[in-house]
């Protein structure tokens, strides 16, 4: 069992910056992928950013390519996403997932542990 919180999430400026963390428990955080996901109100979640378990491979959806960076540090147990030069088009809730994968998964089914999430407002 994993427990995943997210924190970081606020009310930014179009152009400004934000970054999130996720904190996981439990002493299992390296055997899991990390993916970062949004959902934005009357639509769909979809796939941000995904990390592999000891933070070799990343991968990004193409929206958010360039302007976010996902990284890991499995000391601490947590799983960060930078979020740089950001657009009204961003707004969401921000949710964190682990996944029991190899590789770095990008759909939301692949994934085990869904945090709560946490609210990104970037306004115009």
């Known amino acids: 069992q994993v427990q995943l919180v997210e924190s970081g999430g606020g009310l930014v400026q179009t152009g400004g910056s934000l970054r999130l963390s996720c904190a996981a428990s439990g002493r299992t955080f390296s055997t899991y992928a990390m993916g970062w996901f949004r959902q934005a109100p009357g639509k769909e979640r979809e796939f941000a950013a995904a990390i592999s378990r000891r933070g070799g491979s990343t991968y990004y959806a193409d929206s958010v390519k360039g302007r976010f960076t996902i990284s890991r540090d499995n000391a601490k147990n947590t799983a960060d996403l930078q979020m740089n030069s950001l657009k009204p088009e961003d707004t969401a809730v921000y949710y964190c997932?682990?996944?029991?994968?190899?590789?770095?998964?990008?759909?939301?089914?692949?994934?085990?542990?869904w945090g709560q999430g946490t609210q990104v407002t970037v306004s115009s």
């Open positions: 997932a682990a996944a029991r994968w190899t590789g770095v998964p990008v759909r939301g089914s692949s994934y085990d542990y």
